[in-house]
């Protein structure tokens, strides 16, 4: 094979950012100005077409979240931690930070920001089954409280570093990827599924695709190569699956010396989940051979 140009790392920063905002994940909140101390709060949240970001949650009485009036901006920190679907290891393929504005939001106001999220244009695609959905029903149940956060930034830890995006950056993806196919729409299971299509193709595929990414004779590239130091000797000699979207697969290769990162990038966005698998076993038909023939 020949060399292959490296995609983009930023472009795909932004993809991800965009995941965590808008659904995938576990998301916290902390209303620092209020009590510094206490702990975050789990929220359902969904973002909207605008950029502003509605979380759901039912606080428990005397907490920051539950204090907070309403129609009232309240400075909060929101936290979105996305792991990986790994059976059996814990691996945190991403988080999203930002600091921003909640106000809650009740009466009629309430049901004209619920009515208007459910235009298309609200629903973003990438997360598969609608976080809308998910938002409005913790809203609606007993004790349940409807927010609207706006910020400006997002800061993302993921296996290519740290980076920070504007919200209009993270909103702008699809433009930016127009020459690319939709992002597709993948529910939880889904996801799930294509994780396990990952699995399917073998460790000595994996590691065959892992090395070709690593010599510059497929798309990807390398996110972080540390020594194997306090890693578990079962997991030496596998290569795990740490993220998939339509656009490629992260993987983590762990032998007995040295835990590599890299992200396996695919030619073109896939348009379905279940084209995982085919994508990738290609590209260990293409590899395998010329490893397995090495002396």
Known sequence: MTSVQVPDIMQRARRTARRLLAGSGSAAVTAYRI????????VAHALRADGRILIAACPPQGTPLAIAPDDVA????LDVTLDAAEPGVRITAATAHLLGSLTWVEGEDRALLLASSRASACHCAIVGEDPLERVREIAAGPGGRLGVITCERVMLHCVSGVSSHDIEEILDIDSADAAAAPSASWSPQEIMDAHEAVSAVGQLGLRAVCEAVREGQMPGWICSSRPAVGVCPTLWDRTLCVDVDAHGVTLMSITGEEVTTLVVSFGQALADAGEVG???????????????TRP
Do not use: G, M, T, Y
């Open 35 to 42: 009590d510094p101390s206490a702990p975050a709060a789990f």
């Open 74 to 77: 309240v400075d909060i920190r």
């Open 278 to 292: 085919p994508a990738l076993e290609k590209l260990a038909s293409h590899a395998l051979p010329q490893r397995l």
